[in-house]
């Protein structure tokens, strides 16, 4: 199966950039999905397809995806900005759905 | 406005059974492909089956693939999730999740409020 390995936390300080990364085999050449996920909610959708901003979701979201790494950056992070991130992609060759581990995010 | 409600969680003994339902409304539920994502208690989100738009393409995880089956039922705008023979590491929420696109597996754009699953003696 397809993995995806993220790191399990990012600290950052309010205003300040932070940037959760997505590892897998040649990611770049597949789409990926990033969520959010506070607790005891069900996950929304932050990017699509990469880079794609849903209705409703801040500027302040952003990604980018090459080589072996996609990229989740939120500038001027807020507080209500602390969650989980998970990503996400669908692996092709095998008929499968994966995510990542997930990154908690803390605001400091 | 799009709504998927799960229900039929509760608690279960390994090897029993459970069936699982997602109840649509808001939306052409038959044009659109659903699937079912788990996540167990203060775990990550793992991926479990998708169903295609007609029921024609089904596809699962390896950690459920022999013991799950996915269904829907386009006239009741539900589908479905059999368990069969669990164990208790499928304790999880359980969340259905739709499509965004008609054209393609994933992203979700609508979820669930998910439905609690606990498996043990």
């Known amino acids: 199966s397809y993995v995806l390995t993220q790191p399990p936390s990012v600290s950052v300080a309010p205003g300040e950039t932070a940037r959760i990364t997505c590892g897998g085999n040649t990611i770049g050449s597949k789409s990926v999905h990033w969520y959010q996920q506070r607790p005891g909610q069900a996950p929304i959708l932050v990017i699509s397809f990469d880079s794609d901003r849903p209705s409703g979701i801040p500027e302040r979201f952003s990604a980018s995806n090459s080589g072996d790494t996609a990229t989740l950056t939120i500038s001027r992070v807020e507080a209500g900005d602390e969650a989980d991130y998970f990503c996400?992609?669908?692996?092709?060759?095998?008929?499968?759905?994966?995510f990542g581990g997930g990154t908690k995010l803390t605001v400091l | 406005q799009v709504q998927l409600v799960e229900s039929g969680g509760g608690v279960v003994q390994p090897g029993r059974s459970l069936r699982l339902s997602c109840a649509a409304s808001?939306?052409?539920?038959?044009?659109?492909?659903l699937h079912w994502v788990r996540q167990a208690p203060g775990k990550g989100l793992e991926w479990v089956t998708v169903?295609?738009?007609?029921?024609?393409?089904?596809y699962y995880a390896d950690s459920v693939k022999g013991r799950f089956t996915v269904s829907r039922d386009n006239s009741k705008n539900t589908m479905y999730l059999q368990m069969n023979s669990l164990r208790p590491e499928d304790t999880a929420i359980y969340y259905c999740a739709r499509d965004l696109q008609i054209s393609t597996w994933f992203p979700f754009d609508h979820w669930g409020q998910g439905t609690l699953v606990t498996v043990s003696s």
């Open positions: 996400q992609v669908w692996d092709s060759p095998n008929d499968h759905g994966a």
């Open positions: 808001g939306f052409m539920f038959r044009s659109y492909s």
């Open positions: 169903i295609s738009y007609d029921g024609s393409n089904k």
